[in-house]
Nanobody, 114 residues
């Protein structure tokens, strides 16, 4: 059983930045894939970004550029740097991992508003 705990959400103005982190109970390098999804009010959960065990990254087409996913081995976390945030980025952001099965964190709220 892999436990995931997100941190770093909050309120930010349009054009601002936030950095989310996801701490895992297992070594992040032992998991096949980790990443982020988000769910906006009234919408389905959607893919944001992923990073595979070999370091390969993949992004939703509309988010590549302003969002960057990375790993911090010292902290055992997967990070999501979000720049140029827009009100449409308002959502609950969920950390996920795949290792024989899928694991989800509880989510962290990101609100982009002036």
């Amino acid at each position: 059983q892999v436990q995931l705990v997100e941190a770093g959400g909050g309120l930010v103005q349009p054009g601002g930045s936030l950095r989310l982190s996801c701490a895992a109970s297992e070594s992040i390098f032992s998991l096949n894939t980790m990443g982020w999804y988000r769910q906006a009010p009234g919408k389905q959960r959607e893919f944001v970004a992923r990073i595979d065990s070999d370091g390969t990254t993949n992004y939703a087409d509309s988010l590549k550029g302003p969002f960057t996913i990375s790993r911090d081995g010292a902290k055992n976390t997967v990070e999501l740097q979000m720049n140029s945030l827009k009100p449409d980025d308002t959502a609950i952001y969920y950390c996920w991992a795949y290792h024989f099965t899928t694991y989800w964190g509880q989510g962290t709220q990101v609100t982009v508003s002036s």
